[in-house]
């Protein structure tokens, strides 16, 4: 087993990949990779595998985010197999690092071959619920001059996936009902994901609906 500095060390190098702000800064980074050791707990797989595909998953985020990529997983995946290689991480576990990393994008749905891309996908996923998931909605709605809600728009009504939307633009509750309430708890992989996403996912639910209450003045 890799020894903690050599993650710290990983830490370190991976900075520069990142934003300084936003929902997909290197704090998000740092929560899957707490999120995906809380999961690990009792599994039989290869902590290396996880914590390098966790503090990886996102490497190519920003260069997705500035249309330099198409896919920040698949480019990714490549792009932390090159880094592991040269940080002399062990050869025979870089395959598997580089595969979690392809598929970890909730998004696609692509169903994980290896414990290590299951456990991967749900502590990514469990960042997208709960109280710092709320946070994240809304400041990428302040960055993006969104509205907060609107009212006149019913939500069956707006496919988030339209690419006249795909900057989630309706409003940021629309988007939580398009996207964040999608995630319910049983389509997690792994057991102990499952119940921290239970307990997540009804925050962020009874979150949502008193929003709408206090915005009616009900509340």
């Keep these: 087993m890799m020894k903690d500095r050599f993650f710290e060390e990983l830490k370190e190098k991976i900075q520069p990949y990142f934003e300084a702000g936003g929902s997909h800064s290197f704090d998000h980074t740092q929560r899957v990779f707490n999120n995906a050791v809380t999961i690990s707990e009792g ?9 390098a595909a966790a503090l990886l998953h996102d490497i190519s985020r920003l260069k997705e ?8 997983a698949e480019h990714g995946s490549e792009t932390a197999g090159k880094i ?3 940080m002399n991480f062990p050869e025979d576990k870089i395959k598997n690092v580089v595969y979690a990393i392809k598929v970890h994008r909730h998004s696609k749905d692509v169903k994980p071959k290896t414990k290590e891309a299951a ?6 996923r469990l960042d997208a619920l709960g109280a710092i998931c709320i946070a994240r909605m809304f400041s990428t709605g302040g960055r993006l001059n969104r ?11 707006i496919d988030l996936y339209n690419s006249a939307l ?3 633009s309706v409003s940021t509750i629309h988007s939580f009902h398009k996207k964040i309430l999608k995630l319910k708890p049983e389509t997690f992989k792994t057991k102990k994901a499952k119940e921290i996403a239970k307990d997540r ?7 949502v609906e008193r929003f709408k209450l206090e915005w009616d003045g009900k509340k």
């Design 201 to 207: 996912y009804k925050f962020t639910e009874d979150f």
């Design 43 to 51: 599994e039989n797989v290869d902590l290396d595998i996880v914590k």
């Design 119 to 124: 456990i991967i996908q749900d502590a990514d």
């Design 84 to 86: 592991l290689k040269e």
């Design 147 to 157: 509205p907060l809600y609107n009212p006149n728009i019913p939500f069956d009504k």
């Design 166 to 168: 795909r900057d989630f």
């Design 65 to 72: 985010d500035r249309n330099e990529v198409e896919c920040h």
